[in-house]
């Protein structure tokens, strides 16, 4: 927001959670009032008990980024979703066209609903081990896929991502991310997590299951709104739920920082606790990189 003062950007947020209504608290969403001083997209487009994908990510920000640049401005893609941001910038493979895919979706959706997402992750090892792997935190969104694809196209779905090469993207990007000491960070992490318990994010929960949506449903299926969940159940005392949060909040951390340590054109710049800092060492580089008609 600070770094929009200086420089003409809209934002396309990459944030797998930010996609869905009424969840604000446990997702860091910008306020109403900030995204009507930036412009926001991909930001509460989708319900509670919708899904969205990388694939779905990556064509809508295709098609606003030339937008975005037609009028002037700088598409600024923000957010820790690494697949959603590889997914622009490098494609997914193209699958082949499947006949009956609604069909088999509504099926899947039924038997995870009945049976669990323990016994479909199951059912995945055997058809798809090698996509089980990947999917090991049984993210019931992933698993639902995977199967779909194997049901619908008569492959895995990992054989089929080798089989079909992603596409060349129409643009090039900077990349730059910021870095924090490990120790500092998990601090960060565990004060938002305790901002966030004491700031509504459990009346939160409660409010979107009273709308009637399934505690299985996959907006509900956040670091954060799971052990909201648990503990409206009796399952989780308060102090239980608040700690588990923040573990499970580093351990995510740690697995976004393996994953984003593979692009090496990356440029890293040091976090600071004053976001005046950090929009400045941001600043510096962009105005680097930057076509000089945008930094008039």
């Known amino acids: 927001m600070q770094v929009a003062e200086s420089l003409p950007l809209e934002v396309v947020s990459a944030d797998s959670r930010q996609v ?7 997702t860091a969403k910008p306020s109403r009032e900030e995204r009507q001083r930036v412009p926001h997209y991909c930001v509460d487009i989708r ?67 009945r049976e669990g997402r323990e016994a479909l992750y199951a059912e995945l090892q055997r058809v798809d081990p090698v996509s089980a792997v990947r999917y090991a935190d049984r993210n019931p969104r992933r698993i639902l896929r995977a199967l779909e694809f194997f049901y619908a196209a008569g492959i895995p779905l990992s054989q089929a991502q080798q089989r079909y090469p992603p596409s060349e993207r129409p643009f090039i990007a ?12 998990y601090e960060r992490i565990n004060r938002r997590a305790e901002w966030m318990w004491h700031h509504g994010i459990v009346e939160e929960t409660a409010r979107v299951l009273e709308m009637g949506y399934s505690p299985e449903a996959p907006g509900l299926n956040t670091h954060g709104y799971r052990e909201c969940v ?22 995510y951390a740690k697995q976004q920082w ?20 950090t929009a400045d060492r941001l600043l510096g580089v962009l105005r680097d990189w930057l076509p000089k008609e945008l930094l008039a």
Not at 20 to 26: K, M, N, P, Q, S
Not at 49 to 58: H, I, K, L, P, R
Not at 230 to 251: C, D, F, H, K, N
Request: overall charge positive; hydrophobic content about 40%; glycine content about 8%.
């Open 230 to 251: 648990a503990y409206l159940r009796g399952e989780l005392s308060a102090g239980e739920a608040l700690v588990l949060i923040q573990r499970r909040t580093r351990q």
């Open 258 to 277: 393996t994953w984003f340590r593979r692009y090496k054109h990356l440029y890293w710049i040091p976090g600071s606790s004053d976001p005046a800092v």
């Open 20 to 26: 869905y209504r009424y969840l604000d608290v446990g």
């Open 47 to 113: 319900n509670p008990d919708e899904t969205y994908s990388a694939g779905e990510f990556a064509a809508e920000a295709l098609r606003l980024i030339p937008e975005i640049w037609k009028r002037g401005k700088l598409p600024c893609v923000v957010g820790g979703s690494g697949f959603y941001i590889h997914a622009l910038c490098y494609g997914l493979f193209e699958p082949p066209p499947v006949p009956m895919l609604a069909a088999i979706r509504r099926e899947l959706q039924s038997r995870m609903e």
């Open 174 to 185: 900077s990349w730059i991310g910021i870095a924090w000491e490990r120790e500092r960070l």
